[in-house]
């Protein structure tokens, strides 16, 4: 047997968006209708004829409806062998009759948490009976079609259309592997969830899911695959914003624009801010009184890399703003919003992506990052560390001035967002210098003050920005040489964790300098 008739489908869904369009569909097939609860009510009132599961089972539903349909009318009908004499006789002996297809979306439970519901409430809507005729089912998938949502349907509504009312088999055990998967990334929200109720950071099994955003052209290179996966989370960013123009997305543009987000969203909104991206690492970062001033301060710190670079604001984007960053080649603006004027302009940026979100991301908030390794995942907690003024510790006979603390609180969190080893060289609220990603932290030291070397001479100014700057390392100078090169670039305060064994002599070399140095306490790695 090589396509399966549809004679009997059980329908039994949560969000009823489309049932009954489709479900006369089946029946125009002569297909007999199978349902439960809510979804039979609403096919009723539409005038269809449809079976009570309970009228199936003998049993009618009970306990809230937590039990309706764990019986073996329904998980015989869905699992028996059309093909095997054994079923068969089974079947008949019982008087269970084959439910061809299903058609069954399941409790909102990503929704539920998403929406910040009470225990109770995410308790209540784990689904048990759906998963389980679901996973029955696809087992099954040589005579059985099961569909999880409204396009699955309509694809087996399509092949019936055109094979008098059957469904190959091809079809059918693409819809089972779907199945496993959309339950598995069901019982993986549930199982995150569940841990995070009880503060278990290590589960014994863990388990991540996601559903398909869109299928990618290609991944970092032309010859890797890709696809975006969503795992529900409702936190402002690529996964929840708006495309509003501009053409779709790459692999590399999500993960650039991704690191943006997360960078504005440590800055808060407070103030005006600008973070330019490039290959995941700021290249520009600066707080203003406006937009445009934040977005010009930002693009001077390196406007090379600039050049077809992210965009990400705090602010929701405004027709100045807008006209300064069309100046050049931008790739992607993410922001909270846009008014109409901003709208209009980057409407002739055809190329130009443009994503709004409803929101900031909240960097205090927890989280998990994964990534893979060979035979097995890296989880750890998303980097929620915080640090405000009055956890500086200041470690050196000079203290920093009010505005250098300032500078340095924000050198700061622009360098938690900087691939490791980091120097971030900032002044008056915006970064002067930025060096990534090397092996020594020396070398991160020099490159920044390069950087501002560079954009000095590119824009004619007569002294080097780094002069008079503060300078933030993401770990500790391991030893004094780090800080004298930041020193040597014209920084005048210094914030870094701390916690070498030789902090005595990198605080001494600061004291001779008459350099002003704090302490957080607390690193910032980022690989």
Known sequence: MTATKIRRALLSVSDKAGLVERAQALASHGVELLSTGGTARTLKAAGLEVRDVSDLTGFPEMMDGRVKTLHPAVHGGLLYLRDNADHVADADRHGIVPIDLVYINLYPFEATIAAGAGFEACIENIDIGGPAMLRAAAKNGDFVSVCTDRGDLDRVLSEMTAQDGQVSRSTSRALAAKTYARTAAYDAAISQWYAAQLGEAAPDWIAFGGGLQEKLRYGENPHQGAAFYANGEARPGVATARQVQGKA????????????????????????????????????????????????????????????????????????????????FTEVVIAPGADEAALSIFAKKKNLRLLLTDGLPDPAAPGRTVKTL?????????????????????????????????????????????????????????????????????????IAARKAEDAAAKEGWDTVRTQGCVAASDAFFPFADGLLSAISAGATAVIQPGGSIRDDEVIAAADAAGVAMVFTGMRHFRH
């Not at 890296?378 to 203290?399: C, H, K, W």
């Open 249 to 328: 997305l790459s692999y590399n543009n999500l993960n650039d624009t991704d690191a943006a987000y997360e960078l504005i969203g440590e800055l808060g909104s407070a103030r005006p801010a600008v973070a330019i991206i490039k290959h995941a690492n700021p290249c520009g970062v600066a707080q203003a009184d406006d937009l445009v001033s934040a977005y010009q301060a930002a693009l001077a710190c390196d406007s090379t890399s600039a050049f077809g670079g992210i965009v990400a604001l705090n602010r929701p984007l405004t027709g100045p703003a807008a006209e300064a960053i069309s100046a050049i």
């Open 374 to 446: 060979a035979g097995g995942l890296l989880v750890q907690d998303r980097d929620f560390g915080r640090i405000n003024l009055e956890d500086l510790n200041v470690v050196t006979q000079a203290a920093p001035s009010a505005e250098q603390m300032q500078d340095l609180l924000f050198a700061w969190r622009v360098a938690k967002h900087v691939k490791s080893n980091t120097i971030v060289y900032a002044r008056d609220g915006a970064t002067v210098g930025i060096g990534a990603g090397q092996m020594s932290r020396i070398d991160s030291a020099r």
